[in-house]
């Protein structure tokens, strides 16, 4: 693996889970608990969708295809995406959970990047930096909202965060070539983010009233960015697919 | 998006208490232009037919982000995902200033949402039917957008100060809606031989559903008068159903698709659109709940407002701690 191929993959990992998120966000449509958080997850999910585009942009550039057909015409397992991104929104508690935990995460990775010695990709995380911040001041508004609203409010997040919290450290899965990434200030890798991570969500998760899995029932859910998903994914994919595969060829 | 509120031929439409000197006031003000604010006095049926209609449009908008939403998760390509998506959030952002405009009448945003997924109140017609293809969901984003602009470019010039100020900002978005289906349909149309058939068949299946849009003619209508007087209502449905023919009919027959009805013509002699009256009978049966879809999209909006339950108990326990929004 050259130093192009760990940039390839660093992209990809960062465009999939973009998309993925973006579009199981966009399932809320008609769907939420209030009109409001319809609007934001609809937001949120554009937000996500123009960053995924801008990522694959930048491997377009780097040689791969257009974005239109790398993000509609790859099956599950030539995704990099995340295993937490692939689950279903479930309920309001689970996509907010998730929206909290993957949004603080990106937030972090994208304010690392804009050092980034790769100059595309700084200039497009300076960007998205600025777009995330209010993704996770939505997040964290309602955690926090939820966290001391009543019981039953506060054991739905208690419950949707410890379903999601070893998916959400999968997030953190270190690539193959990321030694070479940090040697040339690329990125600082997963493992330096992860622990930015845990410093900034734990404090907040606890103002909020949630209680941090035990440390010893930490395992990371990882295989997702090697092409391994859940059985999620594919079908995500083949309803997102489902008008550009009558015509690829077609202008739509 | 929005066609016609729906009006009860048989409802009482005066009370005792308005004496004919306050209505004469009440009317004077709206012959001069001038606009009716929620602290005015305005007579009782006044104000119901306002939050019937104002509540109808909040629920066309909400319930009308459903048949096109389900086409967002299949999108094809970013341009058209990206567009679908911002253009069913105005919908639903739309919905949220129409229940704010009602509410300054005196019914709560809880109670109307409660009288939609009972069934009490409706809302516009065109929602019952079906967007079996992707086709279907560009011509819908293209014409019954561009029938709600008809319908609330003449509602904006109203007596309700509210209800004209939050059209004015629905009309300035629905304008955008209309340009991201035209160019959807234009693009189907001059596609390959799969894109035209797949809009050909969506336009013939929702021609009569445009049709019906704008409500059966109401020239006999008593109640119409009434409410055209107090500016409730600003265009009677024929004359919104004519300029909708006249201004989308040509670019329809343009593109080279074709209309369900071999009466379709512009009469030379009355200037008026010759066409076979759609089936009204169906009309009713769908608006009083036996269409397509009415089951499937109220049981959705029932489904999101039992699952959203739990949020909205949290935020309006008044003992919990609140956080102070941050804008």
Same mark, same amino acid.
């Given at each position: 693996m050259n130093n192009i191929d760990a940039l390839k993959e660093l992209l990809y990992k960062m465009a999939d889970d973009q998309l993925i998120i973006g579009h199981r966000n966009s399932e809320w449509n008609g769907l939420g608990p209030i009109l409001e958080e319809d609007i934001a997850f609809s937001s949120m999910a554009q937000d996500k969708m123009g960053q995924s585009e801008h990522l694959y942009n930048l491997l377009n550039q780097l040689g791969e295809a257009d974005a239109d057909t790398v993000a509609f015409t790859r099956n599950a397992p030539q995704f990099h995406c995340s295993h937490l991104v692939e689950l279903p929104i479930g309920g309001y508690d689970f996509s907010l959970i998730r929206h909290f935990l993957f949004d603080f995460a990106e937030y972090l990775r994208f304010e690392a990047l804009k050092t980034s010695a790769y100059q595309p990709l700084a200039q497009v995380a300076k960007k998205f930096f600025g777009e995330v911040k209010y993704h996770t001041m939505h997040a964290n508004t309602w955690v926090y909202q939820l966290g001391h609203g009543n019981e039953e409010s506060n054991s739905k997040m208690q419950e949707s965060l410890n379903f999601a919290w070893n998916y959400a450290l999968g997030m953190f899965e270190p690539g193959p070539a990321e030694e070479m990434l940090i040697n040339e200030n690329i990125f600082i890798g997963e493992e330096a983010l992860q622990a930015k991570w845990l410093e900034v969500v734990i404090p907040l998760l606890e103002k909020s009233n949630l209680v941090i899995p035990e440390q010893s029932s930490w395992a990371p859910i990882y295989g997702g960015r090697i092409?391994?998903?859940?059985?999620?994914l594919q079908p995500l994919l083949s309803e997102m697919t489902e008008v550009y595969s009558i015509d690829p060829s077609a202008d739509w | 998006m929005y066609g016609n509120a729906y009006i009860d031929p048989n409802e009482k439409f005066s009370s005792e208490e308005e004496t004919p000197e306050l209505v004469a006031a009440f009317q004077a003000r709206i012959d001069a232009g001038e606009k009716i604010e929620p602290q005015d006095w305005m007579p009782a049926m006044y104000r119901k037919q306002l939050i019937r209609m104002i509540e109808q449009h909040a629920h066309s908008e909400i319930i009308g982000s459903l048949p096109e939403g389900t086409w967002i998760t299949r999108a094809p390509g970013f341009r058209r995902k990206l567009a679908l998506m911002a253009k069913v959030q105005d919908e639903v952002g739309h919905a949220q200033l129409l229940y704010s405009a009602a509410e300054t009448l005196g019914k709560s945003r809880e109670d109307m949402m409660n009288d939609l997924i009972t069934g009490k109140s409706k809302y516009s017609n065109i929602f019952n039917y079906p967007a079996l293809t992707w086709a279907d969901s560009a011509v819908i984003a293209w014409l019954v957008d561009a029938g709600a602009i008809v319908n609330q470019l003449a509602n *904006?010039?109203? *007596?309700y100060g509210p209800y004209c100020r939050a059209l004015e900002r629905i009309c300035y978005e629905e304008s955008f809606h209309l340009k991201y289906g035209h160019d959807n349909v234009v693009h189907l149309a001059t596609g390959t031989k799969k894109q035209r058939e797949m809009v050909q068949a969506a336009m013939t299946r929702w021609w009569t559903p445009l049709m019906h849009f704008f409500g059966p003619s109401d020239k006999a209508s008593v109640h119409s008068d009434t409410l055209m007087r107090w500016k409730v209502k600003m265009a009677s449905n024929d004359a919104m159903r004519q300029q909708f023919m006249d201004m989308y009919i040509p670019k329809i027959w343009d593109l080279g698709l074709t209309l369900p009805d071999p009466l379709l013509k512009k009469n030379i002699e009355t200037g008026l659109w010759d066409y076979t009256e759609p089936d009204w009978e169906e009309f009713k049966r769908v608006i009083n709940g036996d269409g397509p879809c009415n089951a499937e999209r109220l049981a959705v909006r029932r489904m999101a407002e039992e699952n959203g339950k739990w949020v909205a108990r949290a935020i309006n326990n008044e003992e919990a701690e609140h956080v102070r929004p941050f804008a």
């Open positions: 092409g391994n998903h859940t059985a999620h | *904006s010039k109203g *007596s």
